[in-house]
């Protein structure tokens, strides 16, 4: 008995430091948090929607972005822009026109950029003015993040982010402008974190 003792009191004392020491798991903000500054790029299908002067236009769209900055948009409907794209090779922006079959290469341009979820993690890691909450969005039940955009320009003010909670994947990005009205959204139909990319995708031909 008195060489069981010890033994016993041993293996109390390994539990009990086990346990102190066993790593929480994390919550569902925390994963989010983590998939988000883990990101190294992303592939998309979504309804873009784009809110001005009272006139709403909706495409169907498909988004290539990788963490360094580079991205791709495509439109794949209406049929009357099917075919249209822009790339952004981290320098500067082609645009390509299906009718014109021609493209106009430019300087970058902020409200493009927006529309990426590369540019909200951007603004939610920066801003002070950032919330978290609990949402239901349609059949989902979401994680909300909201975060203030900086700069002068009033169509692009603040933006929130939809992350479903049984998936962990974006399901809306909303974009505001100054008098909270709704810009930009945009509804993921498919969305793939990380994936193996061509680098033709977000190559500029001259």
């Known amino acids: 008995m008195k060489k069981i003792l010890p033994f016993l009191l041993s293996c109390t004392l390994l539990c009990i430091i086990t346990s102190c020491t066993k790593e929480e798991p994390m919550t569902e903000l925390e994963a989010v948090q983590k998939q988000l500054l883990e990101m190294e790029g992303y592939s998309c299908t979504a309804t873009l929607s784009r809110t001005a002067n009272e006139e709403t236009k909706t495409y169907e769209i498909a988004q290539y972005y990788k963490s360094t900055g580079e991205y791709r948009l495509e439109l794949t409907a209406p049929e009357t822009v099917a075919g249209n794209y822009t790339i952004y090779d981290g320098n500067r922006i082609c645009q390509y026109n299906t009718l014109l079959g021609s493209s106009v290469i430019q300087p970058s341009s902020q409200h493009r950029s927006e529309l990426f979820l590369g540019q909200f993690i951007e603004h939610y890691l920066q801003s002070e003015g950032v919330s978290v909450e609990a949402a239901a969005l349609e059949d989902s039940q979401c994680i909300l993040l909201e ?60």
């Open 147 to 206: 975060a203030v955009i900086p700069g002068r320009d009033t169509a692009l003010a603040s933006e929130k982010l939809w992350i479903d909670r049984s998936t962990l994947l974006p399901v809306r990005l909303a974009i505001f402008d100054a008098e909270e009205k709704e810009h930009y959204r945009l509804d993921y139909t498919t969305f793939t974190f990380n994936p193996q990319f061509d680098a033709a995708l977000f190559t500029i031909e001259e």
